[in-house]
C-alpha cells in the first residue's frame, strides 16, 4: 500500500524550525512521508543538524519557489512577519504542494498540512481545496495559548487571570496582560483566532501535563475565543542523548569529534572548569544583548571570577575588541551547541531569555536558571520558573512591547548602572546562601525532569499515538 503523504511549512527562526522538524520525525514512518516545505535548504539542513538526531528517510525536503529564499535574512520580527503572511510565500506553499502531488499516482494519498499560526489565514483556503486537513504547531506552551484565549481587545496591561495548576502545583499563578502584550494586538489577536478556529487541531510540541496541569485548558477562565477542535501534547520532544545525559551520563570526546571548530571550543572551555561552576548566556534565536549589555553583564561575571560561555550573533568581533584579553575568563560565540553546553557538568547556571524552548531544554539537561525577557511569551515562561523554583531571579525590565512592532532585539535592562545584577551576581556566585540557593533550584529542576518524563511516557505517548492516527486516517 502507498505510504499517507503530510506537509509541514517551516517558519524561518530556529525554535519553531527545530519544533517542526522534531514532530515531522516522531511522525514519519515507513507508511507516512513527511514533506518539509523549506525557504531555505541550507538552513533547513542546519536546523535538523541542530536538533541532534538521526532523521527518519521519509523525512523529505521540499525547497520553494526555486531557492528564492536561499540567501534571504531578516531580523525584524515583523519583516519576517511580513515574508510569511505575502501572496509570494503563500504562492509558492501551494505551487509546491501541486508539484509534489504531480510526482505520484493516485495511490498516493495528501492527508495534512501542518502550519505556523501566522500562515494559517493565507494558506488555509489553498489546503482546503486540496482537500487537506489542517493542523497548528504551537511550540510555545498551552498557558501562553489559553491567556491569548481570554484576552479582550479592551483589557489594559494590568488586566489579571488566575491561572490553576499550573506544574501541578496548588499554588494559583497570577498572569497579566503584560507578560505576554502580543494577547490584545489587533493583529496578533486575529491571528491567534486564525490558527485555532480555522483548522482541526493544535500540536504543542514543546509541553505536556507536568507542566501545564491537567486541567490545562482552564475551565474556570472566561474565553474570548473558542478553544481547539483537539489538542495534542506531545512533547517535549529531545534527542535520546540529550534526554539520558544525566543519568548515563555524556561521552563529550564522542561528540566532540562531530562539532566545529567554534562549537568543539565551548566544550573545550567547559572540559577545563570544575562542576558547577560555568553561567551559559543565550537569548534564543530572535533576540541579543547590545554590545553594551554585554559588556556589563561580562563585567560583573568577571568581577566575581565567574567563567562564562556567551551566545553573541550580532557585532561578536566588537564586542571581543572591546573586552581585550577574555579567554581564561570566557567564550564569546556566534553559534553554540545548546544542548551539549547544557548537558555538561560543568555548567552551573544558563542566563536565558526565557523562552520556553530554552526552558524545557534547560531543565532536561539538569540546569537552574536566571532570566531575561525580551517579548512574547517570555515574561510568563519566566514566572512560571519562578513557579517551579527554578530560577534565581530575571534581571529585564518588561516594557510591555509588542513583538510584531519591535525594531530591534535587545532586552530592556534597569537603568541602575548594573547595580541590581552585581548583587544578584554576588549573591548567586559568591555569598554562602546564593551557592545554597543554587542547589535547592538545580534540586528542583531534576524534580521537574523526572516528571516530565513521567508524562512523556504515559499522557504525551498517547496524544503523539492519537495524532498518528489522525494522519493517517
Known sequence: MAPVHIFGVLF??????????????????????????????????????????AFHPNLRLEILAGGLWETWSEAEPKSVMREIMSPTFATAVITKIA???????????????????????????AARANNLHVYTLFPSPYYTLRLALAARATDGFDHVFR????????????FEIGDMPDAIHPMMAKLFAASVELVDGVILSGTNVAIEGHNYEQPQMTLELKLPRSTFLIGPLMPNWFSQALEAGVNQSSRFNTLPADQAECINFLNKHPVNSVVYISLGSNADFSVPQALMV????????VPYIMLKRDKKAELVQALGEHTDSGIITEWAPQLDILAHPSMNCFLSHGGFGSMMEGIIGGTP????????????DSKVMQHMKISLGSIAVNAHRFQVDRTDVYPI??????????????????????????????NNVRLWRRRIFDARAKEAARDLATLRQTLLA
Do not use: Y
Open 12 to 53: 524561518p527562526g530556529a525554535g519553531h524550525a527545530v519544533n517542526l522538524l522534531n514532530v515531522a520525525n516522531v511522525i514519519a514512518s515507513d507508511d507516512l512521508v513527511m514533506h518539509i516545505l523549506c525557504m531555505s535548504s541550507e538552513k533547513a539542513k542546519s536546523w535538523m543538524s541542530s536538533t541532534g538526531q
Open 99 to 125: 508539484e509534489v502531488k504531480a510526482g505520484h499516482d493516485q495511490t498516493h494519498r495528501f492527508s495534512a498540512i501542518i502550519l505556523n499560526g501566522l500562515m494559517t489565514t493565507s494558506l488555509v483556503p
Open 163 to 174: 491561572f490553576r495548576g499550573i506544574a501541578e502545583r496548588d499554588e494559583d499563578l497570577m
Open 298 to 305: 561580562i563585567s560583573k561575571l568577571r568581577k566575581f571570577g
Open 369 to 380: 536558571f536566571i532570566t531575561c525577557p525580551v517579548a512574547s511569551d517570555q515574561f510568563m
Open 413 to 442: 535592562l534597569p537603568d541602575d548602572g548594573g547595580t541590581g545584577i552585581e548583587e544578584l551576581f554576588q549573591r548567586l556566585f559568591v555569598l554562602p546562601e546564593g551557592k545554597a540557593a543554587l542547589e535547592e533550584a538545580r
